[in-house]
T-cell receptor, first 116, second 110 residues
């Protein structure tokens, strides 16, 4: 595709429900990031993949959060037993190599998760 | 730990007036600094980075290591500059993650 695609665009989950958020990066992009953006805040780092390897997951807030990128392309962020504080926009970003390169990261439109 | 501070949540200026969006950072090493912009109903995108020393859409930003600042400036604001601006830091420690500020919403009044 032409850009980073994220689905669903909006997700409403009942507290305690499990959710899965999908990111389809630009084909061939090596680096893939997940960020969490709460209302009125800047994006906060969650995790980083280089191809299929998850090199940094230091930003995942709890063991309820899990991310994978099994074939080095599509990535899924899973949140188990959702809580109200998980309500946020989840952004995916990718780049052709390691780091931002000349053009910075390409961000997706995000998935807005609302936990009720 | 690194931190990025953008003291203004909202900045309103008249068209043609100068703009300065403030950004201060806290990091003991030699970080890379960036400005990202999000226009209405668009995705977050890179505006400029300090190492390229470019002027993009008339915006410039100078890294001041003594003051740990990376303020974004434009001499004459245009209506199309209205957007959300985020300052971001890459610590260069190898994980390539960005630490973002909370953002400043720039509103250019016609």
């Amino acid at each position: 595709g032409a850009g980073v695609s994220q689905s669903p665009r909006y997700k409403v989950a009942k507290r305690g429900q499990d959710v899965a958020l999908r990111c389809d990066p630009i084909s061939g992009h090596v680096s893939l990031f997940w960020y969490q953006q709460a209302l009125g805040q800047g994006p906060e780092f969650l995790t980083y993949f280089q191809n299929e390897a998850q090199l940094d997951k230091s930003g995942l807030p709890s063991d309820r959060f899990f991310a994978e990128r099994p074939e080095g392309s599509v990535s899924t962020l899973k949140i188990q037993r959702t809580q109200q504080e998980d309500s946020a926009v989840y952004l995916c970003a990718s780049s052709p190599g390691m780091g931002q390169g000349v053009y910075g990261y390409t961000f997706g439109s995000g998935t807005r998760l609302t936990v009720v | 730990a690194q931190r990025v501070t953008q003291p203004e949540k909202l900045l309103s200026v008249f068209k043609g007036a100068p703009v300065e969006l403030k950004c201060n950072y806290s990091y003991s090493g030699s970080p890379e600094l960036f400005w990202y912009v999000q226009y209405s109903r668009q995705r977050l995108q890179l505006l400029l980075r300090h190492i390229s020393r470019e002027s993009i859409k008339g915006f410039t930003a100078d890294l001041n290591k003594g003051e740990t600042s990376f303020h974004l400036k434009k001499p004459f604001a245009q209506e199309e500059d209205s957007a959300m601006y985020y300052c971001a830091l890459d610590s260069g420690a190898g994980s390539y993650q960005l630490t973002f500020g909370k953002g400043t919403k720039l509103s250019v009044i016609p």
